[in-house]
Nanobody, 123 residues
Framework: QVQLVESGGGLVHPGDSLRLSCAAS????????IAWFRQAPGKEREFVAF????????NYADSVKGRFFISTNNAKNTTYLQMNSLKPEDTAVYYC????????????????WGEGTQVTVSS
């Protein structure tokens, strides 16, 4: 089983960019889909993006499509979320989750999570 640690969050202005990192430790990194979710205060955790474990196909929520991009450095066991043109509504705690041998848009299908990293977009 892998363990996940997110980093890279912060306070930025609308229109700025941030890159989040999700570093995985443990075994068999390449059998896991790594997904990004976010949770704003008072709201449920929502899907942002995932990179499928088998073939590396990327999927994005409509709200971030064209602005956010997910990538992976397999040598470092790290998945990144490049976030461009940030908006105030992107403010949330961002979590990465891992799911073995399959992908899902539903946070309840993921059992392995990091602690999260706060992203605040404000003028």
């Amino acid at each position: 089983q892998v363990q996940l640690v997110e980093s890279g969050g912060g306070l930025v202005h609308p229109g700025d960019s941030l890159r989040l990192s999700c570093a995985a430790s443990g075994r068999a990194f390449n059998i896991y889909t790594i997904a990004w979710f976010r949770q704003a205060p008072g709201k449920e955790r929502e899907f942002v993006a995932f990179r499928d474990w088998n073939g590396g196909v990327n999927n994005y929520a409509d709200s971030v499509k064209g602005r956010f991009f997910i990538s992976t450095n397999n040598a470092k066991n790290t998945t990144y979320l490049q976030m461009n043109s940030l908006k105030p509504e992107d403010t949330a705690v961002y979590y990465c989750g891992a799911r073995a041998f399959s992908s899902s848009y539903d946070s309840q299908d993921y059992r392995i999570w990091g602690e999260g990293t706060q992203v605040t977009v404000s003028s």
